[in-house]
């Protein structure tokens, strides 16, 4: 019998050969089996194009599957089989338990989330947590430090120089705020470009994906100095966002919504038509306009892989069981689908264990509790975001335990730079890998199209918004990172 955590912590993986079946917590260790393949799973990259991450079972290896969030796996007598014991289970729009007054839920979450921390802070060795600077880890803090009543604090985090390209993305004055009011030892790590392209390839191994950022080098950085100071575990903020409506989905859900129904017909058949399939409702948009990026996606691939397009389409049919978004509030569709598509493949899969685990490091979610889950998912979506102020509770409980100017910030996606500052800062590994002929030898995009991108991004005021535009070059590059660090064959 084979488990996997109800969100996704921790994940685990496991293929067939002949008759034999193989599971371990990292891709790396099946390929050590002799006929183990080390080939692409093209819906795993159309998955890793179109969505936030590769959405389990499927992984970017054929015939290598993950197990899903929330459930367990049987084999028994040669026969496989995979059953759910837990999933996130909203309540319909038309029978939303009875409402209680704000306090209530304040309160509620309060107590749950104290509670939470204070489990995943019980350790026989030193416990640190990250701190970004924004509310949820900064919320975390605070917690602690009640918690720990004078007991010393460990905090790490990732800042960047103050140069012009950087300022948008430091917040390295609201670290050292919160850093301050806890009273916490703090670990602070200024992101440079030296040995930049050692460190990518570094993250890929580890994350044994393609990726849309390079956050994860500080991810991996951090983890690293965490060990050097000899903490072993680490609380992490993840979850927070998905659960309490933190990203901009949410207030764009809000502007075109009212009371779940669209507010407007938005007069695109085919798009509407795709998103009935991807979300059970056609005026659902979940990151963008689907039918659009796939044209995107097909002038990215190659001519041989657009031949097979339709083979590994993974907007043909959906990719979580749309009865959980049925008659669901707006609100809720959108946390079901951050649970399923960001927060399991992405944000505590590639971005968060397996960087922790990288360096022997154990990552704790607080916010991942089942039992505040359950709490919070009764919590009306109209005291969840409170007109336009997404996560009101949170803020709500925020102001019992860290500074004012940190609770009434705006919401700042923690990012690293992109493709476009790799290209531009003359990093010669990197044109290599998008070459002509080194697209072209790949077979799996279009080294025309890749050209294109190529000379559009290094434009010097061309930028990417990382909340909003996919970084299509930092696929392409990690993914080619990906084919020579697991050696795995070209297209054919």
Same mark, same amino acid.
């Given at each position: 019998?084979?488990?996997r955590?109800?969100f996704g912590?921790c994940?685990l993986f ?5 008759d034999t079946f193989v599971?371990g917590?990292?891709?790396?260790s099946?390929l050590?089996v002799?006929g183990?393949l080390r080939?692409?799973d093209?819906k ?5 194009l179109?969505f ?6 499927t992984?970017?290896?054929?015939g290598i599957?993950?197990i899903?969030?929330g459930?367990?796996?049987?084999i ?7 059953h759910?014991?837990?999933n996130?289970?909203?309540?319909d729009?038309?029978n939303?338990?009875?409402k209680q007054?704000e306090?209530?839920?304040v309160?509620?979450v309060?107590?749950?989330?104290l509670?939470s921390?204070?489990?995943r ?9 990250y ?6 880890s900064?919320?975390?803090g605070?917690?602690?430090r009640k918690?720990?009543?004078?007991d ?11 140069s012009s390209?950087n300022?948008?993305i430091n917040?390295q004055?609201f670290q050292r705020?919160?850093?301050?009011h ?8 200024e992101?440079n470009w030296d ?5 990518l390839r570094?993250?890929?191994y ?11 080098i500080?991810s991996?950085?951090l983890s690293?100095q965490?060990?050097?100071e000899n903490v072993?575990?680490?609380l992490?903020?993840?979850g927070a966002?998905?659960l ?5 989905g ?14 407007e017909?938005?007069n695109q058949?085919?798009?509407?038509q795709?998103r009935k399939?991807?979300w059970g ?6 990151e963008k306009e689907?039918h659009e ?10 001519d041989g892989?657009n031949a097979?397009y339709?083979?590994f389409?993974?907007t043909?049919?959906p990719?979580v069981?749309?009865r959980?978004l ?10 079901f689908l951050?649970f399923?598509?960001?927060?399991a493949?992405?944000l505590?899969?590639?971005?968060g264990?397996?960087?922790t ?8 979610y607080p916010f991942?509790?089942?039992e ?6 009764e919590?009306?979506p109209?005291?969840m ?11 709500k409980i925020?102001e019992r335990?860290i500074?004012k100017?940190?609770v009434?910030?705006?919401k700042?996606?923690?990012?690293a730079p ?8 003359n990093n ?10 080194s697209?072209?030898?790949r077979?799996?995009? =279009? /080294?025309?199209t890749?050209e294109r !991108?190529?000379?559009?991004y290094t434009r010097? @005021?061309?930028? *990417? =918004? /990382?909340?909003?535009?996919?970084? !299509?070059l930092m696929?392409?590059?990690?993914? @080619?990172?990906? *084919?020579?660090?697991?050696e795995a064959d070209?297209f054919?």
């Amino acid at each position: 019998m084979l488990g996997r955590d109800h969100f996704g912590i921790c994940p685990l993986f496991y293929t067939r050969h002949e008759d034999t079946f193989v599971f371990g917590s990292e891709i790396k260790s099946l390929l050590q089996v002799p006929g183990v393949l080390r080939a692409v799973d093209m819906k795993g990259l159309d998955q890793i194009l179109s969505f936030p991450s590769n959405v389990s079972p499927t992984t970017l290896f054929k015939g290598i599957s993950s197990i899903e969030p929330g459930h367990y796996a049987v084999i028994r007598d040669g026969t496989f089989t995979t059953h759910e014991y837990w999933n996130l289970d909203y309540p319909d729009v038309d029978n939303e338990s009875a409402k209680q007054n704000e306090s209530y839920y304040v309160e509620g979450v309060n107590e749950l989330l104290l509670k939470s921390v204070n489990q995943r802070l019980n350790a026989d060795v030193p416990v640190g947590f990250y701190l970004s600077g924004g509310l949820d880890s900064s919320l975390l803090g605070g917690i602690i430090r009640k918690l720990k009543n004078g007991d010393p604090i460990r905090s790490f985090s990732i800042c960047f120089s103050e140069s012009s390209e950087n300022r948008d993305i430091n917040e390295q004055r609201f670290q050292r705020i919160l850093s301050r009011h806890i009273n916490s030892t703090h670990n602070e790590l200024e992101f440079n470009w030296d040995n930049f392209g050692s460190r990518l390839r570094d993250v890929v191994y580890h994350s044994e994906c393609a990726l849309k950022e390079s956050y994860n080098i500080c991810s991996l950085v951090l983890s690293k100095q965490a060990k050097d100071e000899n903490v072993k575990v680490v609380l992490c903020g993840e979850g927070a966002d998905e659960l309490f409506g933190g990203y901009a989905g949410y207030k764009f859900d809000r502007l075109s919504f009212k009371n779940g129904h669209v507010q407007e017909d938005l007069n695109q058949i085919q798009e509407r038509q795709l998103r009935k399939v991807l979300w059970g409702d056609p005026d659902f948009i979940y990151e963008k306009e689907e039918h659009e990026f796939k044209s995107t996606k097909k002038a990215l691939y190659s001519d041989g892989v657009n031949a097979q397009y339709a083979d590994f389409d993974c907007t043909k049919g959906p990719v979580v069981d749309l009865r959980r978004l049925n008659k669901k509030h707006v609100f809720h569709k959108r946390s079901f689908l951050d649970f399923k598509l960001r927060l399991a493949g992405h944000l505590i899969a590639d971005h968060g264990d397996r960087m922790t685990m990288a360096n022997g490091i154990e990552g704790r979610y607080p916010f991942l509790d089942v039992e505040l889950i359950e709490f919070c998912k009764e919590i009306p979506p109209d005291l969840m975001m409170r007109g336009m102020t997404e996560k009101y509770i949170l803020k709500k409980i925020g102001e019992r335990y860290i500074p004012k100017e940190i609770v009434d910030r705006e919401k700042f996606g923690f990012v690293a730079p992109g493709s476009p500052q790799l290209l531009r800062n003359n990093n010669d590994w990197v044109h290599d890998i998008l070459s002509y002929d080194s697209i072209k030898k790949r077979g799996f995009f =279009n /080294p025309d199209t890749i050209e294109r !991108l190529r000379k559009m991004y290094t434009r010097e @005021n061309f930028n *990417l =918004n /990382p909340s909003y535009d996919v970084d !299509l070059l930092m696929i392409v590059i990690t993914f @080619n990172l990906f *084919l020579e660090v697991f050696e795995a064959d070209s297209f054919r």
